[in-house]
């Protein structure tokens, strides 16, 4: 392998990374917000019921360290609840920023990162399909969860920041559609939660000069255990698996099949009923490509309408 090639690969995980972890703050904090399981990231609660009605801003920072390289993404976001015909679904809009620092010597070549700005703003529609009818504030007091399905369809808008003279960057100057599919359990205080998804990328046809870089999808599947306290405070114990995103430069083969496995654990606390803070951590513990990372992130979120 070319070090031009080593280098290209690197962007493409590093570029890939910067958009999920950007989005991974609101996408997962709080038990009402909708899910992107965006390649390697782990999401608990992903379908879950809410009163109609119900509106989420949050705010958050998450750090990613991977070799000697650095992510900080600081994200805002807004959810909207509503009915779905009889079921619940949710709206959200996420808006990521990230920093990105590090260095790393690739076939005897210094390969630096320094780079900042807007990444990829994502746009989320949930929808549940059974077991989560769209209820009041006052009616959802009386709700008890047996089973839920739900579907899911992702999008980001590639307006991040792009330069094509840089090789790393923040925005990745492409398209993805990920559409998904879940089901909850409850047994007493417990869920337990199995989704898959897929995600589709279009190309950058400007990498690096007018190069054209394409992926093929991504297809994940994750797991959560979550428990439930009296308080409604939660902890879950979360993994995620996802294979696939061979990459391409103009049609040639540059990256092979990523296979990755990822544990971490989520704690959301309810502050007042306006209130929450969220706690998370992950870590990869197996990766055929070498793109694994370690997450830390804190969020909070502000709920409002719908009653409250």
């Known amino acids: 392998m070319s070090d031009v090639t080593r280098m290209i690969n690197f962007s493409c995980l590093t570029q890939g990374r910067a958009f999920a972890i950007g989005t991974w703050l609101f996408l997962t904090s709080g038990a009402l917000l909708p899910t992107l399981s965006h390649s390697q990231e782990i999401e608990a609660r992903t379908y879950s019921n809410a009163p109609v009605g119900i509106n989420f801003i949050s705010a958050g920072v998450a750090q990613a360290k991977a070799g000697n390289y650095t992510l900080t993404s600081e994200v805002m976001g807004l959810t909207h609840i509503f009915d779905a015909g009889g079921q619940s679904g949710k709206l959200t809009l996420v808006l990521p920023y990230g920093q990105l620092t590090g260095s790393s010597s690739i ?5 630096n990162a320094s780079t900042e700005g807007l990444s990829d703003p994502l746009i989320k529609a949930a929808i549940n399909l059974y077991g989560a009818p769209a209820l009041t504030l006052d009616q959802f007091k009386s709700y008890q969860q047996d089973v839920i399905v739900g579907v899911s369809l992702a999008a980001s808008v590639p307006w991040g920041k792009y330069d094509d003279n840089q090789l790393i960057n923040v925005g990745a100057n492409r ?23 897929g995600i589709f990328y279009t190309s950058n046809t400007d990498f690096m000069g007018g190069n054209s870089l394409s992926q093929n999808p991504v297809y994940s599947t994750q797991t959560h255990a979550i428990y439930y306290f009296q308080n409604t405070a939660w902890i879950s114990a979360d993994a995620t698996y996802f294979i696939g995103g061979q990459s391409y430069l103009n049609g040639n083969l540059i990256n092979g099949s990523q296979e990755n496995w990822r544990f971490g654990t989520t704690m959301s606390y309810p502050v007042n009923k306006h209130h929450s803070i969220r706690l998370s951590a992950s870590t990869g513990v197996y990766s055929r ?19 409250l």
Do not use: C, H, M
């Not at 076939?107 to 390969?111: A, K, N, P």
């Open 107 to 111: 076939g005897g070549r210094t390969v």
């Open 175 to 197: 398209w993805f559609i990920q559409p998904g599919l879940g089901v909850s359990k409850a047994l007493g205080p417990w869920r337990f939660e199995l989704a898959g998804a």
């Open 289 to 307: 490509t070498n793109n694994s990372y370690d997450l830390y992130g804190i969020s909070w979120q502000y709920r409002f309408g719908g009653g």
